[in-house]
């Protein structure tokens, strides 16, 4: 059981427009930054968004993330095939010393 | 460019201690604005965070595994290393290690592509 939850799938067809969330507490998302890493199957993840809202370079401004009080959000606008892949949320926790929380992940289909 | 790269035994039997390293080129792991971490996803399932450590030595754990994990860095190889003790069916997964920011936020990147790792008897 993950700390932060996710929903563990999502879908949309080719351009619509997909939001995944992602639920934490007051000890991890509440006074943390969210970060947002994308996994195509056999691959290793890679960073999506960072700091909440900002896209490394070479990310499409498809991508976009935000986050309130203690939850967060990555929307991925006019969706397209190549992003079938999951998605992994993840923050500081501040309890027990401290350390990285991860979601339990989304599975995106693009249908 | 930053590269990662896992490697070490790639099957285990249970009690046994897995062992890996993760080379590093294209950055200095003596470099102060690093950590440098060890991330691991059993199959079919999430991600999950092991810990990290600096080039100091100094180190962060997670809490569910600290008893039994043991990071160590060589400046000199640039490389670092992972030590899991008393392995179960329970630690099969894909370890990864990734380069981690540290100071003013937590992204880890980039990422070595990963090595399975499957405890059986």
């Known amino acids: 059981q993950s700390v932060l939850t996710q929903p563990p799938s999502a879908s949309g067809t080719p351009g619509q427009t997909v939001t995944i969330s992602c639920s934490g507490s007051s000890s991890n998302i509440g006074n943390n930054y969210v970060y947002w890493y994308q996994q195509v199957p056999g691959t290793a993840p890679k960073v999506l968004i960072y700091?909440?809202?900002q896209r490394p370079s070479g990310v499409p401004d498809r991508f976009s993330g935000s986050k309130s009080g203690t939850s967060a959000s990555l929307a991925i606008t006019g969706l397209r095939s190549e992003d079938e892949a999951d998605y992994h949320c993840?923050?500081?926790?501040?309890?027990?010393?401290?350390?990285?929380?991860f979601g339990g992940g989304t599975k995106l289909t693009v249908l | 460019q930053v590269q990662l790269q896992e490697s070490g035994p790639g099957l285990l039997k249970p009690s046994e201690t897995l062992s890996l390293t993760c080379a590093v080129s294209g950055d200095s792991l003596s470099s102060s604005i690093y950590y440098w971490g060890w991330i691991r996803q059993p199959p079919g399932k999430g991600l999950e965070w092991i810990g990290t450590i600096f080039y100091s030595g100094s180190t962060y754990y997670s809490p569910s595994l600290k008893s039994r994990v043991t990071m160590s860095i060589d400046t000199s190889k640039n490389q670092f290393s992972l030590r899991l003790t008393s392995v179960t069916a329970t630690d099969t997964a894909m370890y990864f290690c990734a380069r981690q920011f540290w100071f003013g936020e937590k992204r880890l990147d980039p990422w070595g592509q990963g090595a399975l790792v499957t405890v059986s008897s």
């Open positions: 993840a923050t500081w926790d501040e309890s027990l010393g401290g350390h990285v929380i």
């Open positions: 700091r909440n809202s």
